[in-house]
């Protein structure tokens, strides 16, 4: 755990002359030299964790080892990247469907809710499941007069879904 909250800092090791360091069976005599140490970050520790340990790296971790000013750019770059959603009722008049024959009104009515929604928002238009079966909950032969839609219009996609 002491590792994975290690932050990337450099620091100046000195070793002094005439010392020795045993490495392994090997004595070596050490000159004065700077040696530049990088603590280890997450990621490096992943790259060396074993493949039976798991480390996880989630986004919370990583916000909160983030200086307090990163943490307000950061919080601010997402609500600018969220656009607020607009959303509309619309009421939309079917009875010019039933100027149709009995076996084609229900699919022409759906045409007609796409065609309204499409003048009205300018948008590509998705039709929600419980509208379309509201328009065929009488079957085929005698579809809605009207319906009401509540219509959320995000990025360039505007879906309607039934009003209750």
């Not at 060396?48 to 919370?60: F, G, S, W």
């Not at 948008?123 to 079957?139: H, L, P, T």
């Amino acid at each position: 755990m002491a590792q994975a909250k290690a932050v990337k800092k450099e620091k100046v090791k000195k070793e002094v002359k005439g010392e020795t360091k045993k490495e392994g069976s090997k004595t070596k005599k050490t000159e004065v030299t700077e040696k530049k140490v990088v603590e280890k970050t997450k990621e490096d520790v992943q790259l060396e964790a074993k493949p039976d340990e798991k480390v996880e790296n989630t986004k919370e971790d990583i916000k909160s080892e983030a200086k307090p000013d990163e943490k307000v750019a950061s919080v601010k770059a997402e609500e600018k990247q969220e656009k607020p959603k607009l959303e509309r009722v619309y009421t939309i008049p079917l009875s010019d469907v039933y100027n149709q024959p009995w076996s084609k009104r229900a699919r022409k009515a759906a045409r007609m809710v796409r065609e309204f929604l499409q003048k009205h928002t300018k948008k590509e238009v998705k039709i929600a499941g419980d509208v379309n079966s509201a328009i065929w909950s009488r079957g085929m032969k005698h579809p809605p007069r009207k319906i009401r839609v509540n219509v959320e219009i995000k990025d360039n996609i505007a879906t309607a879904r039934l009003l209750k």
